[in-house]
């Protein structure tokens, strides 16, 4: 039954994503040219409920589905980790046209070719699997 649950809201999360356009490659590409406000608007408004439902978690002491508190454990403190991972992110939303979230949303619409694009971020998965432990954290 929770699977159904999660089956539902991630359907939902790819429809939403799918008729904003967060998915579509043009919007993408006019983001990174600063030619339009639509997905800056799209993950400006993603940070700011975001914030608001961490807040709220953190500050009503909520419970997750299975009854025990939610807790957010508090991240490390520094600049190489984040610039270098946003390097990496950025260049790969650029060099694919989707982040992870739009990859199963163009899947599940039908974009065959995506698969490739989600086999390369598989395997991207992967290698940091392997070598987290050599690098800088």
Do not use: D
């Not at 159904?4 to 919007?27: Q, Y």
């Amino acid at each position: 039954m929770k699977n159904i649950v999660f089956l539902i809201i991630g359907t939902f999360f790819g429809i939403v994503m799918f008729k904003s356009e967060a998915a579509s490659w043009f919007r993408i590409y006019e983001m990174f040219l600063f030619g339009s406000f639509h997905m800056y608007g799209i993950i400006g408004s993603a940070l700011v409920i975001g914030t608001i439902i961490v807040q709220l978690i953190r500050h009503k002491e909520l419970k997750h589905i299975g009854g025990a508190k939610i807790e957010i454990a508090p991240k490390e403190k520094g600049i190489a980790r984040y610039a270098i991972g946003g390097t990496l992110f950025g260049l790969g939303w650029a060099l694919a046209g989707a982040c992870p979230g739009p990859m199963f949303t163009l899947l599940g619409a039908g974009f065959g070719p995506i698969i490739l694009v989600i086999g390369g971020a598989l395997a991207g998965t992967w290698t940091y699997g392997l070598i987290k432990n050599k690098l800088p954290h």
